[in-house]
């Protein structure tokens, strides 16, 4: 299995480009969801799925869509990018009804900058 | 869901026991602790969870005081490798899928 991977590793934007960061996870997994994460914060959830058709909001949401139309993907698009978005960010999904207990696997992460 | 608070950092020398201690005082009966740790530049990395009782597993221990206030995750036999930014979760049982709130977590740093 390759888990979950980001597309693309780095990124460098112009203030109000948009573009998407792609999400797949080959786990069978219901649950997807994205953070981001700031120079010495914690993770702050985005978006998440509990299934294919199902998005909702996280904390920070502004800026940001999301769609989910398989279960495999969970694309992150940016309509409008501001420098405030500069951040890396983290895709992570998890199985929703197998346990009790919530193990997410996280990708590698997505390194973004607007100018 | 229940905040955490923990050490900003730590230091551990290789190969003696890191023991990173986690506040928890308003964590609720239906909720786990769980340890996730962040090697730089990485995505975090589920360790180990709890509810009550002890739990052990390849990665680490963790200790949970009987009035579940509070907890200790231990790396036995710490090494470069385990420098790292540990966050400790509380978040409830059967919340699969649902939201894990990170804090700052504990940025510790194994010397040689």
């Known amino acids: 299995n390759a888990g979950v991977t980001q597309t693309p590793k780095f990124q460098v934007l112009k203030t109000g480009q948009s573009m998407t960061l792609q999400c797949a996870q080959d786990?069978?997994?219901?649950?997807m969801s994205w953070y981001r994460q700031d120079p010495g914060m914690g993770l702050r959830l985005i978006h998440y799925s509990v299934g294919a058709g199902i998005t909702d909001q996280g904390e920070v949401p502004n800026g940001y869509n999301v769609s989910r139309s398989t279960t495999e993907d969970f694309p992150l698009r940016l309509l409008s990018a501001a420098p405030s978005q500069t951040s890396v960010y983290f895709c992570?999904?998890?199985?929703?009804?197998?346990?009790?207990?919530?193990?997410?696997?996280f990708g590698p992460g997505t390194r973004l900058t607007v100018l | 869901d229940a905040k955490t608070t923990q050490p900003p950092s730590m230091d551990c020398a290789e190969g003696r026991a890191a023991n990173l201690p986690c506040n928890h005082s308003?964590?609720?009966?239906?909720?786990?602790v769980y340890w996730y740790r962040q090697i730089h530049s990485q995505g975090p990395q589920y360790i180990i969870h709890?509810?009550?009782n002890n739990e052990t597993n390849e990665m680490a221990s963790l200790i949970i005081t009987e009035d579940r206030k509070s907890s200790t995750l231990i790396l036995p036999h710490a090494t470069l490798r385990d420098t790292a930014v540990y966050y400790c979760?509380?978040?409830?049982?059967?919340?699969?899928?649902?939201?894990?709130?990170f804090g700052q977590g504990t940025e510790l740093s194994v010397k040689p």
């Open positions: 979760i509380v978040s409830p049982i059967y919340n699969q899928g649902g939201k894990l709130i």
């Open positions: 709890g509810l009550k």
């Open positions: 992570a999904s998890s199985y929703l009804f197998r346990a009790s207990y919530n193990e997410q696997f």
């Open positions: 786990m069978n997994h219901e649950y």
């Open positions: 308003t964590i609720s009966g239906n909720e786990y």
